[in-house]
């Protein structure tokens, strides 16, 4: 007799699978993502502080409330899944964050202006008149 319930697998394009093993794979794969993204938001951050500074905190969070999944999947607690819906929630306030300052940038003229320095030394060559030679 076993002592798994059917229940207890899913069908995936692997085959059947347990279901907890499977979200704690995925998972795993969703926190090492999450903490590349925060290591290159950081190397970023030495750069431009105020652009990156969102990135680091969002996924910083993200990577936090994936180990608070982790222990709710692994201890059946089904009220950890808030921390994924939390998680979720974040992400999508993240990318309307991203939309909001490209458009920002987009939108800011006086930055987008493109100024021609001209070295003290330079020749003009305008005016000179190519006919003579």
């Given at each position: ?9 899913g ?43 969102t ?15 982790f ?20 992400s ?15 939108c ?26």
């Amino acid at each position: 007799m076993s002592t798994h319930s059917d229940s207890d697998y899913g069908t995936c394009f692997f085959g059947s699978m347990k279901i907890k093993f499977a979200v704690t794979l995925i998972g795993a794969f969703y926190l090492c993502v999450s903490a590349g993204l925060t290591t290159i938001a950081l190397i970023f951050f030495l750069d431009e502080p105020a652009i990156f500074l969102t990135m680091v905190v969002i996924s910083s969070v993200a990577v936090t409330f994936t180990a608070f999944l982790f222990v709710g999947i692994h201890r059946n607690k089904p009220k950890f899944v808030l921390a994924f819906w939390i998680m979720q929630i974040l992400s999508i306030l993240g990318m309307l964050a991203l939309v909001v300052m490209v458009t920002l940038i987009l939108c800011d003229y006086d930055d987008a202006d493109v100024k021609l320095e001209v070295h003290p030394d330079a020749e003009d060559k305008r005016h000179t008149d190519y006919r003579s030679t």
